[in-house]
């Protein structure tokens, strides 16, 4: 009893700063209630259409950040959102398979992304497949090229030689609906250059297939 006696001069003391903390736990009750109602982001074609934003403003690095900034986007939800977009995306075509083919690169960068490198590959090779259906080798053949290559070399790297041999056969067919454009030095030996790996690679992967 004596003791109790005691604690309650230290308790009066306490009365005023329990008044003053009242009105900041007021002020924080609308974001704590606020906070318990945020709900994981579930992505949906406005999100991708906003992916295709971030590429356009900010190019590769300003796409991987902002993957890495959500990382409910690497649950496979967002491949679900393109698979169904694919057929008809509510976004020009092309914006669309730039896209898809910059989030294939985006996808490689496991590092950066914090997620597991085997399935970052798996959603890779999705978005170039897809890209590679909007970019045909006689509608887009220098768009078509670079996502083939990317397509291919990442069979290579996996040993999925099906997978390569699918990409350097559109990549094939690319370069020749290209010989048939105007092309200045540069571009000409760039393109030689592509063809020669491309020759090299599918060779390689149709021995190991």
Request: proline share 7%; aromatic share 8%.
């Amino acid at each position: 009893m004596e003791s109790s006696f005691c604690l309650l001069p230290f308790a009066f003391c306490l009365l005023p700063l329990a008044f003053c903390l009242l009105p900041l736990a007021f002020c924080l009750l609308p974001m704590i209630s606020q906070l318990q109602t945020i709900q994981p982001l579930n992505p949906s074609p406005n999100h991708l259409n906003h992916l295709i934003h971030i590429y356009q403003d900010g190019g590769d690095s300003a796409l991987c950040q902002e993957l890495a900034s959500h990382p409910q986007w690497l649950n496979g939800q967002l491949m679900e959102v393109i698979k169904e977009s694919k057929d008809n995306p509510p976004w020009p075509q092309e914006d669309y398979g730039q896209t898809l083919y910059h989030l294939g690169n985006a996808y490689q960068h496991p590092a950066q992304l914090a997620e597991s490198p085997s399935q970052n590959r798996v959603w890779a090779a999705t978005c170039y497949r897809i890209a590679l259906e909007i970019f045909r080798p006689q509608s887009f053949p220098a768009e078509c090229l670079k996502t083939a290559l990317a397509l291919g070399d990442l069979g290579v790297e996996q040993g999925d030689w099906q997978m390569a041999l699918d990409g350097y056969y559109l990549g094939i067919a690319a370069i020749e609906q290209q010989r048939t454009q105007l092309l200045n030095l540069q571009e000409t030996q760039t393109l030689l250059a592509k063809s020669l790996h491309i020759q090299k690679q599918a060779v390689q992967a149709a021995l190991n297939l």
